[in-house]
């Protein structure tokens, strides 16, 4: 079955390293958007399953850039670890890191930041009413990347985090994004996916969605970087022909 | 001088146990109030002051009940931690920790949350506006304890985290929250108050305000509680006489 395969495939690589040669970005964690400075927006997000991403794409062989937002995780070795706090400058590292064979967009970016941080720490007054808080959109780094016209990395992989209609919210995000791949999870589940160490997946590509069952985020980490190195090959040997 | 008297007292004090017998409630770290399952607001701290307040006072002999919100440091030795996320939930566990003879509020509680936190994921839609977040004033849990007709801890004590006018604005929330102190910082200090290892503070007593050089936070948790102990014996034997 698939899993079998994929795993013979991961041991009788894992020696060799199938990503030699190949440059990989992967985003981690959460992003704080500043209120003031002392408040912020963000997700929650420990970049367990990011880090991991990254470690084992090292493992493999890459040249791994980690643009990771503020987490309190230990740093994976050998690989160049950029840290950001916002999704403006998480986007501006990853396209300083560009060019890359493979983008693995796995951190947990806000939708939204404040459209004006106060400079000064917004004070309490029993008279007034709280503050009213102006969202604005941030930047799509996923998207951006997936359509950029030059330069976009041959294989793009987002990440959703859905607490409902997982499957469903995925495929659409996989369209509207024009990433190659979304690795779709329930972030809601009782396993405790956030903060926790396991996680159970989707993986959706343009054959289908395959349903990958409970297993470590280490775990997860290695079949989805397997899978990329394998795709990275084929589109090699496609483009050779 | 002033802090050769303190130091000369803790040195004299630090076998003998002047807290034992005493219950001390310290609150530290953030809170973080949902907006959403994946999304929240947050205040930046890392909890280090308020972990090394439970930590010294424990260390003088006192039975120590920590309330935390979430962080990522080691938990200190010898107090009873209870866990907690929002401002809500750290008042209920303070009251529910009382009676205390002593009590600090260090945590960095946010002033508000989200007034209707949504069940499920808010999703983005390119086509909408970001939306508004209408927030709701916290409870004071520093004003709320301070001002028990029943029950008050003896010594109340406040942290005022200022970016501007710090002694100033710590005046007014002596005066405001009915505290006996404030620990008044400068978090937009350049020595990196927010996260790091040192501080800089102002302590705020009916007496007058004193100003603190910089030292380790380690070093400014053992001054204010042996200052407390201290305090705390004096009202014991002004109260027996």
Known sequence: DLLAAIESRFSSTSDAKPLSGCRVIVTSGPTHEPIDP?????????????????????????DVTLVSGPVSIAEPAGVRIVRVSTAEEMLAAVKHALPADIAIFAAAVADWRVATPNTSKIKKSTSDAPPALTLAE????????AQLRKGRPP?????????????AHAKKKLKSKGADWIVANDVSSPIGVMGGERNAVHLLTSAGVESWP????????????????????????????
Not at 43 to 56: D, F, P, T, V, Y
Not at 218 to 240: C, G, N, S, W
């Open 38 to 62: 002392v408040r912020y927006i963000a997700n929650r997000s420990s970049g367990k399953q990011g880090h991991e991403l990254a470690a084992a794409a090292a493992r493999l062989g890459a």
């Open 138 to 145: 941030n930047p799509d780094i996923l998207k951006t990347i």
């Open 155 to 167: 294989l793009v992989v987002g990440f959703a985090a859905e607490t409902n209609d997982v499957v």
């Open 214 to 241: 409970e297993m470590s985020k280490t775990e997860v980490a290695i079949r989805i970087v397997t899978r990329a190195a394998a795709h990275l090959a084929t589109l090699k040997r496609d483009a050779a022909e």
